[in-house]
């Protein structure tokens, strides 16, 4: 298990979820219930837990810098630096965050050299028989839904707010997902392979009666044909680049 540390030093009951591609999802955390970028990013930084602050007091603090007051009165002519334009600009620059060109992306614009015969075969396993496409679709291989898949967890995820979608969590997308084990809203998942094991037998052991997934009836070879395919959605070049802060 591995979760995210916040404010505390305690862990907080969530593994962190990446921030790529979400310019084009429409409700956010691991169980959907904010239902913006804005909304989402007062969770943050006022929980106890994470980043345990008040929304005015860090408007107070954002304000002491010179150049923050002069910014948001460049991009906010009428309103200047306020919590709701803080809000704002936090969610549009990760509107910003994409996952970049991957050879994944090389070989479906027709470069057929540009990922191997095994990879090129996982991708068949991923769209067929592991029916890996059923969630995990589009160009960001999510379907923006949220779906039971039986990992070890106590946690009820949507059901928490929802009783129709007991122990449902968002499909998360799967781009750059070789670079971010470990997996799940839990973190409870180490590795690619394990991940592949787990959809494979149907779920975590006593947990499969909560999953809206069946086991698969996959090889051995097509189990590393999937992994070699996962590998393909890195992106060539998987930096962001770091905004130049002003400075205090
Ligand atoms: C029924 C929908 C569904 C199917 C089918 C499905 N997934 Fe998922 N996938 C999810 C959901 C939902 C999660 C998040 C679950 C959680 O954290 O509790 C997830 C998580 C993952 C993760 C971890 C992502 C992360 O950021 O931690 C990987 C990797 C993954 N799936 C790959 C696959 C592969 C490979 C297949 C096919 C063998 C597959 N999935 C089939 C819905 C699905």
Redesign the pocket.
Known sequence: MSLAIGALNAPLKRHA??VENLAEADSFF?DGRAESLEVQAVGPITHPKEMNADLDEVINRLSAIEEYRRYFRIAYPSEGLTVDTMLRSIATYERTLRSGWSRFDDWVSGDEDAISAPAKRGFEV?IGP???A???SGWSFTDHA??A?G?A?GDV?RGGFDPSAPYQ????G?RN?AL?AP???NGSVAS?RQ??EH?RVGGAENYRHIA??EP?DLSQQQVED?ITF?HTLTALDPHVSAPALPAE
């Open positions: 979820p990446t691991w991923f592991a029916r890996c059923s969630c995990h949220y779906h898949i990992v967890s995820g969590f968002k499909t998360p799967l997902i971010r997996f799940m809203h690619l991940v592949v959809y809206d997934i698969l999937l996962l």
